[in-house]
């Protein structure tokens, strides 16, 4: 493509938190451009945050309809290609679908949807439109995922037999919900977050991490969940038992509850002929092990 | 005390394995002395194997019948006081329950016994005596893991919530016990390891583990046991839901199928207040978790 | 500032190392956009490079003269602000210089020149003109990097008394040059590399970062730099005593020949009331140290 | 042999550090037995250290002198076969002098002697004797740095190149020895430590490790010494670049004064074909390095 792709963003203004960190992630390569936004749902508030972006005025938009709207209408040449979705999880599956039925790509952040009857809906318009839909499970960015799923499908490890992945956490093991803080009020509010905290918070990215890097799927699963703090809702620890198609076996456990973790995601895959770690703390390195043989320590080129 | 305590062994002599831990963690703070054995079911081996510990040849018995029948009608100046039992799983309650009938105290290596009934006997047994009777979960032995036990009593870490305790091995990884591996043979021989193996030979030092630190005992759990290796009859691996008396939850999972660990017993335990991680390859490091503080690296006077 | 600030490179074209390193580090916030570059001293490879960075070709040019020349001639709302320089160490002064002369503010790769020389007359011309000259040590922008010289010059260590830098690599323990590798080529020629080989190619960054993060200035040093290859006419390691302005002490050493190392540069600070540890191969990662109380890990906010 | 090993004690008694260490060892593999001892200066403390031990109290001395004299002429199957010592510096040759002479072997703790005029008069002894004498560097006693001094006898590692070893500590940060503190009095006063602090006290270990694990030895070194605490006489901190014969290169540094460092005696060693690193604070970890391969982290059999 002899330009830059070019993006519109649905959040993320002044004050958000995953909004900047989609922006890097685009940034990075210098093949994407954002170009407009319905950065907040005060037009106000979404012109201020756009100038931040040295965007125009004009295409600093007060609603995601409008947006999607006007951009429509817009000139090939200048018009947005797709777009990206950073809002809270109740706010994921409107402008998904708006944006699909105006011919948009969408790139969302997880979950792609509030419920089940969303994402079969969902999926249904997907299916139907010619638009690329991608869901932001993160932690598969990382260089070594990747290369921790190329040595799994390589058969490096041979037939997965064990999986353990954890996604350990620790602030929200006071309820600070009612502090006002922000982040952990959605999080932890039914209406805005949907029928699971911590295992849909990030129990979803163990979950990914563990489907992406083994290409194994869960087959049958039991779950204790619990909401230790309380007075809460939804809750903030579970620990689960897997059963994947093909015979592997494992565990995965997420918290929010485990004092002292700030954000703790690591996976363990043991096949018949060898084994892999991975942390995101430390997140260019991967342990190799292997039968009668010292562990590996594989680093990436600049660790 | 003004004297040594003297022991008696069961098992242990030559080519055995817990048998020479057993003798050096006795030897170690030169409080007791190894006076006499039943080293092995062969007198002549017995003997042989006595003299590597300087023991005079009549005191190495060809059983432990003879051994405690003997021991137990020399002068109290001269006999043993205690035996410790090293002998595989369905040899531990025999010598026991003599020992106990004559008088003598006993240490023995885990499991008490082969199974439930015997389990009941031996209970029953050490109420009536007035001796003692020890059972060697080596790994609380180390000096941090009594400090995490301290901690967790003191209130430290608040009330506890979450344990994780894990212990992956990777030996028995293919069918080790067809090459004639005496260590593999009778961990997965049901005659000789009792009803579980890898749950049963470290998932209970796991569970011990657990339990000794935090105080807590398991109320209700769910578990996955799994022979991945083809033919093998007792479980090489096994994944646990935990729910504790008073609140608590965990996972344990223990495994022998995991490629590449070799005993890599580990442990996090998660309070209200501050949560600890200890790792049995580096015993003389524990890590101190608290809220919106960082990670401290404790460890003993000499690391 | 309502607009993108706007850059010019010299080298950095396809098949370069660092150039990619500076492009990406200039995306990441969104200030900043690449307008032009003379990216390689072929000017047809130099257009296939920018056309990479979606640039048109006539602000890709053959030369740096060139890019320079007809920039200073555009209109001010679309020239270059600044000049990136990215190519070997021989050719940072003549860029730099015209640039400067030239009214356009520089940002260098290390070295700022290839000899004591032209770093004289750099000195002279930047005290004359109004630009801005950056050099880049690229290690400094490590967030905590720049916390560790935050907790000094606030005084948490108290007094600085000890400094332990080390830059270890292993890339040219045999002689690599000699196999047409293009790093190695440049690094190990005294013609393009200057008088110096790992010791100005690496251990300059330690010595930047020890003086970046106690603030302190080396005073006197004593150091004996070795050539371990052999027929390699600069030096593949070097170990060097430090002492300090203020009476701290020091030791730094770097090495290309230090086997299995892949870019291991770490340091660690010891002053009267703590200590901080920190390795470029877990970045988010520091250590500090204090009198009787355990090692803290510190960790970034997404670590 | 087809006894146990004989041994007395000079030093060791109540309150001591060292002696307790050394007593531990020689329990562990049941091989020695402790059997006499002049624990103390006073005979009273003396037997009463002696009664830790089950030692009767004939045989607690009052005196080294004593000891040596009335062991000699105890009959052959009772007296001691060698002597430990385990006093302060200015303490070690004396009693070892007496023994040699007297035909017993000796065990000292290091240094061997106060100053060289002593070491030469104890060379010069040890030569006519017949008796053994050892000194005890004990971190050599690791099974890992055994395996390290294996690894680069059988040529692993190719040529060695460079070494770096370290030792630092803390704990005289501030000027303990004021303070009564008993260990930090003797270490820190000329008159019982000698002539050098820091770098004689833990440097010569870290000097012992370097040498025994290469097989080389130091032909020129540049040191820098400095005593960083107020008012303290001896070294606490030294900075040295090494010279060995061969060409290998290194640096050794050491510490008293590096807050938050309890005992980090670490070592690494590169060759031509590969490199280690071995840490105290974990001994039973090494870490293997090899060109263009992920290191390797080798543990013994318990890890």
């Known amino acids: 493509m002899s330009r830059k792709i070019r993006y519109g963003m649905v959040g993320g203004g002044r004050g958000a938190f995953i909004g900047a960190v989609h922006r890097i992630a685009a940034n990075i390569d210098g093949q994407i451009e954002l170009v407009c936004g319905a950065f907040s749902s005060s037009p106000h508030k979404s012109r201020a945050s756009g100038k931040d972006f040295f965007l125009p005025a004009k295409r600093c938009y007060g609603t995601f309809q409008e947006m999607i709207e006007k951009e429509a209408v817009l000139p090939a040449e200048e018009r947005m290609d797709f777009v990206s979705i950073v809002t809270p999880n109740h706010m994921h599956f409107p402008p998904a679908k708006m944006a699909l039925e105006n011919g948009f790509h969408v790139l969302s952040d997880k979950p792609a949807t509030f419920d089940l009857k969303e994402a079969k809906a969902l999926e249904k318009l997907v299916k139907k439109t010619r638009c690329l839909y991608g869901l932001t499970h993160n932690y598969t960015g990382y260089p070594l995922v990747k290369e921790a799923r190329d040595l799994v499908a390589a058969g490096k490890l041979g037939k ?30 039914p209406k805005r977050s949907g029928a699971a905290g911590c295992i849909g918070d990030i129990g979803t990215h163990a979950e990914n991490l563990a489907e992406y890097i083994t290409g194994l799927k869960i087959k049958e699963l039991a779950a204790d969940l619990t ?5 809460r809702k939804l809750d903030d620890d579970g620990n689960v038992l897997l059963r994947f198609i093909g015979g592997a076996k494992g565990v995965l456990h997420s918290s929010q509850i485990s004092v002292g973790e700030e954000n703790n995601l690591n996976i363990r895959v043991y096949g018949e002929r060898g084994g892999l770690e991975w942390h995101q703390n430390e997140p260019n390195t991967m342990l190799l092990k292997w039968p009668d043989q010292p562990m590996q320590v594989y680093r990436t080129a600049n660790g």
């Not at 909401?227 to 007075?231: H, I």
């Open 160 to 189: 997965i037999r064990k999986v353990v992945v954890e996604y350990p956490q620790g602030w929200l093991a006071t309820r600070l919900e009612t502090t006002g803080q922000k982040q952990a009020g959605w999080r932890t509010d």
């Open 227 to 231: 909401a230790f703090v309380s007075g």
